[in-house]
């Protein structure tokens, strides 16, 4: 006659049916590893504010957020084009610039840009900052960002060559 310990004991022992049955749904998707920080930062600092949004939005895309932060993409590249619609301004943006001239020199625009670029990648760091320690931690093999972020850079000189161009 079984006694009420082994009772207990059958009843909180899992099935092995239990056991074997899958915990994730078949129509599950497999996320893909976003590109490394080091490879944002790159392309970003080399290729300007288009090259960072677009680092941004691949790496949105491979981690499968793109849906979220979509408003984000594309509230970077319209900043970007009313920067330069409105370096381009003749009136209101001489005594923006002359002021700007005076303490950051010459390249005042460069360096402006560049700083924006900056604050794109650094907005994409902090949304993706979990999914990037996932992968860190899980030792996920990232697909190589290098090659992606040089052709960002490349795309990101293109487009300040034609925002300036388009605007002037």
């Not at 402006?112 to 931690?137: F, K, N, P, Y």
């Not at 972020?149 to 300040?160: E, H, M, Y």
Request: some cysteine; proline content about 5%.
């Amino acid at each position: 006659m079984p006694t009420a310990a082994s009772r207990f004991q059958h009843t909180m022992s899992p099935v092995r049916e239990d056991l074997l049955r899958p915990s994730l749904s078949p129509l599950a998707t497999v996320v893909k590893a976003p590109f490394s920080n080091q490879a944002a930062f790159v392309s970003a600092f080399v290729g300007g504010p288009v090259a960072a949004t677009a680092m941004f939005a691949i790496n949105a895309w491979r981690i499968g957020r793109l849906g979220r932060d979509a408003a984000w993409v594309v509230l970077a590249l319209a900043a970007y084009l009313a920067w330069f619609a409105y370096v381009a301004r003749p009136g209101a943006a001489l005594a923006f610039n002359a002021l700007v001239t005076a303490w950051l020199g010459d390249a005042a625009n460069r360096i402006l840009l560049r700083l924006g670029a900056m604050l794109i990648c650094l907005g994409g760091m902090v949304c993706h900052r979990r999914e990037q320690r996932s992968t860190d931690l899980f030792g996920v093999k990232r697909p190589n960002g290098w090659l992606a972020g040089a052709g960002l850079i490349a795309v990101g000189w293109g487009a300040n060559i034609l925002a300036a161009s388009w605007f002037a």
